[in-house]
């Protein structure tokens, strides 16, 4: 079975730059989520949707960050304009509602904003 | 303060040692205790999940939960060098979808 499928998996950009980061959930779960990682704040939680529909979006740090779910095989998270403080390991994960304490994790797209 | 802490780390321990890595929370509400394991580059993958207070044993491992404490811990018997990651508590309350995570704990068994 494939797993949660992030693309891409490394980025290098320059400040001001739009990033864009896709995600592919499992097939039959119906609920996704994106995360950041950094070593100083750890595993945040930004956004997730439950069938395609944002539920909380009250962990996005700002107005430049936007996320859709279009399908349910498809999610993007967008970052416009792009900034050094971005610099992170972004998550996307899976799961099923009724059950989102096990999540399934990609392997993550490591975005550098220079 | 944060909802959870975790002490990260970094832990180096011998092969063979018992390892005991801790989370204590504040949110009385939570009810669902979980132990993520993410290796170097790697995606959290889900290691244990227990529900409420007392013990879970899978193998090697053992989660505790001690909701009168707020405190969580999970228990590595006869550590391994690949057992070598960080270890990430995780918890959500009742009906909850949001998971919330500590700051992760850095491990390292030494051959």
């Known amino acids: 079975d494939a797993g949660v499928i992030q693309s891409p998996r490394h980025e290098v950009t320059e400040m001001g730059q739009e990033v864009t980061l896709r995600c592919k959930p499992i097939?039959?779960?119906?609920?996704l989520f994106w995360y950041r990682q950094t070593m100083m704040r750890g595993l945040e939680l930004l956004i997730y949707f439950n069938n395609n529909v944002p539920i909380d979006d009250s962990g996005m740090p700002e107005d430049r960050f936007s996320a859709k779910m279009p399908n349910a095989s498809f999610s993007t998270l967008k970052i416009q304009p792009s900034e050094p403080r971005d610099s992170a390991v972004y998550f996307c994960?899976?799961?099923?509602?009724?059950?989102?304490?096990?999540?399934?994790f990609g392997e993550g797209s490591r975005l550098t904003v220079l | 303060q944060k909802e959870v802490e975790q002490d990260p780390g970094p832990l180096s321990v011998p092969e063979g040692a018992i390892v005991s890595l801790n989370c204590t929370y504040s949110n009385s509400a939570f009810q669902y205790f979980m132990w993520y394991r993410q290796y170097s580059r790697k995606g959290p993958e889900l290691l244990m999940y227990?529900?409420?207070?007392g013990n879970k044993e899978d193998g090697r491992f053992t989660a505790q939960v001690d909701k009168s404490s707020k405190y969580i811990s999970l228990f590595i018997r006869d550590s391994q060098p690949s057992d070598s990651a960080t270890y990430l508590c995780a918890m959500k309350g009742q009906g909850a979808q949001k998971l919330v995570f500590g700051q992760g704990t850095r491990l390292t068994i030494n051959p």
């Open positions: 994960a899976s799961g099923r509602a009724r059950n989102t304490g096990e999540l399934f």
């Open positions: 227990t529900y409420s207070s």
């Open positions: 097939s039959g779960h119906n609920s």
